[in-house]
């Protein structure tokens, strides 16, 4: 046999190998591509199955879970924190009225307060009906709409009035403080400018902070522990990353509440060294009377928001932020209209006016 013939055998042989290896070697091949390809299905699966799960377990509605505690107390609660609204409600709305029918207060300082006083009955308005519901018949539940939306007004109203405080406090130290230039500065022009820019600052920071509120994921327990639907409870309740939304919570809180607070006790410590320096112990006295009852209420007001909120961990401290909205929801709205006008003698007297102008009405209309 030559050596041509032995070549061409032998690679006859080994090209027929390598067809029985690859036929050998073909189911293999195609069991393993049928579980690969299976695998990927597998995984795809349990990836949709993943996000439905997500996505029906996302937070429709939450639970205001109140005060348990007291829950056997609930109709006597019900009945204070009721005459309690009522009596904010007719005061600010007194004062409103008040303002605009007489003439006479008319000013730049009783402008503000008649919008002051609509801004409490706002305030206390978005948080006392739910809460007067908790005590009649226990939890309650809000969809998560309207939980963003009591948030958001809850924070807008209450900025507005922080805001207007200051405003206030500029208004009565330039009465005071330089009485000269006050008609000058304090026109009413100036005064609804003041209005417009608190509005808007308010608007455009609680808007920032509710955009980012909404932008958390919801998919863990549903039940806050507060009345309301405060940031500190949403926050401990989302299942996401919330470190941002905790250091925007902090910062624009210390915006809000210490520039305003800056403002105020500035504005006031002037009043006071201008007060020392009044000939009349009686004149003395009576300011500081005024001044005294006006900081009660700001150290009220100031002390439980801070305590709220001046906290970089929104986390902390939830149990008791109940107790101290209850300060500014409840027992502020209820002493500013008495503090701030009623106990004025020109209120006293524009109050004394309105009736009297009302029995005459009705004296000849019964004639």
């Known amino acids: ?19 029985i290896v690859k036929e050998a070697l073909f189911p293999v091949s195609c069991f393993l591509c049928f579980l690969f390809e299976r695998s990927n299905r597998t995984d795809d699966r349990e990836m949709e199955l993943t ?83 908790i005590f009649l018949s226990g939890r309650q539940t809000i969809s998560f709409t309207a939980c963003l939306i009591q948030a958001f007004s809850f924070l807008f109203f209450g900025s507005i009035i922080f805001f207007l405080m200051a405003v206030m406090s500029l208004d009565r130290y330039l009465a005071i403080c330089k009485p000269l230039h006050y008609l000058t500065i304090m026109n009413p022009k100036t005064c609804f400018l003041l209005v417009a820019a608190c509005c808007a600052l308010a608007f455009t920071l609680i808007t920032g902070l509710e955009v980012k509120i909404f932008q958390l994921s919801f998919c863990g327990p549903h039940v806050i522990p507060h009345f309301l639907c405060d940031l500190g409870p949403l926050i401990h309740l989302s299942c996401s990353d919330t470190s941002s939304a905790e250091m925007l919570t902090f910062v624009l809180a210390l915006v809000i509440l210490l520039t305003s607070l800056i ?55 939830l149990d008791s932020n109940r107790e101290a909205a209850l300060v500014n929801t409840v027992v502020t709205p209820l002493l500013n209209p008495v503090i701030y006008t009623l106990r004025n003698k020109q209120v006293h007297q524009a109050l004394r006016d309105a009736l009297s102008r009302m029995r005459l009405q009705k004296q000849s209309f019964e004639r």
């Open 1 to 19: 046999m030559s050596i041509d013939s032995l070549g061409e055998r032998s690679w006859f042989v080994g090209r027929k190998e390598k067809h």
């Open 51 to 133: 996000i439905e799960v997500r996505n029906e377990t996302t937070i429709q509605e939450f639970i205001l879970e109140g005060f348990p505690a007291l829950q056997y107390l609930g109709n006597i609660f019900f009945l204070v924190h009721l005459l309690a609204y009522l009596a904010s409600i007719t005061g600010n709305v007194v004062i409103i009225i008040i303002t605009w029918v007489d003439h006479r207060l008319q000013t730049p300082m009783y402008i503000l307060l008649s919008i002051f006083s609509f801004s409490e009955c706002c305030f206390i308005t978005t948080v006392i009906p739910k809460l007067l519901s």
């Open 263 to 317: 403002i105020t006790i500035i504005a006031y410590s002037n009043i006071v060294v201008t007060i020392m320096r009044l000939p009349s112990a009686r004149g003395k006295q009576k300011a500081f009377s005024t001044c005294s009852s006006h900081l009660i209420v700001l150290s009220l007001m100031y002390g439980s928001c801070v305590f709220i909120y001046v906290k970089p961990k929104q986390r902390n401290r």
